[in-house]
């Protein structure tokens, strides 16, 4: 049956963070929209922080209902983490009508609305958004993250066995857990680009606003500043793209708390004329970064998928990906642009130079990206979702 025919959809959205800005609570929040743009009903349980202090609120025209929390450290005083009841989590789900339980990131919200759905008969789908190596690569040297690894993976089989389907947004994410594909519906389903946002624009007003010169070749990382985005590398491959390809420069579209540090790299490797921090950049300026850039530039050691690169395709960038070992975005490079060894910045500025060197690759790489980033239109992406929710029901 046509899906406008069918019955509209109840969906509680379980994502603390819901105002956080990180890929996994970006793409709640388009599929969130996108749902309700075709007539269906969500509402998102979530976290109160110091900004949104109403147990009912709304957030960007969705209803959120929101519980007391405890702030997560290294995330710039922003990403909080909630504990609801379950007796309020059952009355939620009996006075919204819930149709479908969609958890976002293995918090003890979601295994709490988790528990509750189940024992009311509500279908539950989880979003594998979550992977150890975002999160303890923040620890002390001396931490044993290995055993941090194995512990928080066991705990994710654990949640994601109790799911009537899981959704990985890559077939790197789903590689992750072999042993529950015959245990659990798996879908691989991306988190998508919306392309009709993402596009080829004018990018004078981004050039202007943030004095950059438009004669140079620019290089550009958008994502935050956290250790698993090994942004050093980047910042360390300038010196040797400025000596041998002068007419260069490096824009750096993001912010986090490690911001700071990477500024004082910059200063100290010689290069803080060569590289512009731009902090956090609204969504308009986002989409003009990507088109001002000629190269985008993504060093990350860890992603799932890589919505940023979906976003620089969009807008036309070849792209360098770090070839990493816990990083999907290597899937990405398919004849538009190039992968270079993980952190090794002398592998970075070499694959960056021959880029920078050869207008024709470039353009053909930009095109490629073009092409390639319409088999990941977000309205596709929806639509299989839909699919899912109705073959549950």
């Known amino acids: 049956m046509p899906e406008n025919v069918q019955k509209k959809l109840n969906i509680a959205m379980v994502c603390d963070p819901i105002d956080y800005t990180a890929g996994a609570f970006v793409s709640t929040l388009l599929f969130a929209d996108l749902l309700k743009s075709r007539g269906h009903k969500v509402i998102f349980i979530s976290a109160m922080s110091p900004q949104n202090k109403k147990p009912i609120d709304y957030y960007k025209g969705t209803k959120v209902y929101r519980f007391a929390s405890v702030l997560l450290p290294k995330t710039e005083k922003q990403l909080y983490v ?61 931490m044993p993250k290995k055993a941090l690894n194995v512990v928080y993976y066991k705990f994710m089989h654990w949640l994601y066995r109790q799911a009537d389907a ?31 946002r993402f596009k080829k624009v004018d990018a004078s007003r981004f050039f202007k606003k943030f004095e950059l010169d438009r004669s140079k070749k620019h290089l550009l990382y958008v994502g935050r500043f956290h250790p698993e985005k090994s942004i050093e590398t980047l910042i360390n491959a300038t010196p040797q793209i400025i000596k041998e390809y002068p007419e260069s420069h490096v824009i750096m579209a993001g912010s986090g708390h490690m911001e700071d540090k990477m500024k004082r790299l910059a200063k100290d490797v010689g290069m803080d004329k ?29 992603e799932l998928e890589g919505m940023v690169v979906l976003e620089a395709m969009a807008c036309g960038d070849p792209i360098l990906i770090a070839d990493a070992k816990y990083s999907a975005s290597t899937d990405f490079v398919k004849g538009n642009g190039f992968l270079f060894k993980a952190e090794d910045s002398g592998d970075l500025a070499e694959k960056a130079l021959v880029l920078l060197r050869d207008e024709k690759l470039r353009q053909s790489m930009a095109e490629e990206s073009l092409r390639a980033s319409r088999e990941y239109d977000i309205n596709r992406s929806v639509d299989r979702i839909l699919d899912l929710f109705y073959s549950l029901l």
Do not use: W
Not at 121 to 134: A, L, R
Not at 173 to 195: T, Y
């Open 82 to 142: 909630s504990f609801p009841t379950s007796r309020k989590i059952r009355k939620i789900l009996s006075d919204e009508q819930i149709d479908i339980l969609h958890n976002t990131i293995p918090t003890p919200s979601s295994v709490i609305a988790t528990k509750v759905a189940k024992s009311m008969g509500v279908k539950i789908v989880t979003h594998s958004h979550s992977q150890p190596e975002n999160i303890f690569l923040h620890l002390p040297k001396m």
């Open 166 to 196: 899981v959704i990985y947004p890559s077939e790197f994410a789903k590689r992750m857990f072999p042993e529950l594909h015959d245990e659990v519906r798996s879908e691989v389903i991306s988190n998508g680009v919306n392309i009709e």
């Open 274 to 302: 060569h590289i512009t921090f731009c902090g956090r950049v609204n969504d308009e300026d986002l989409v003009l970064a990507y088109n001002a850039a000629d190269i985008f530039v993504l060093p990350s050691l860890a």
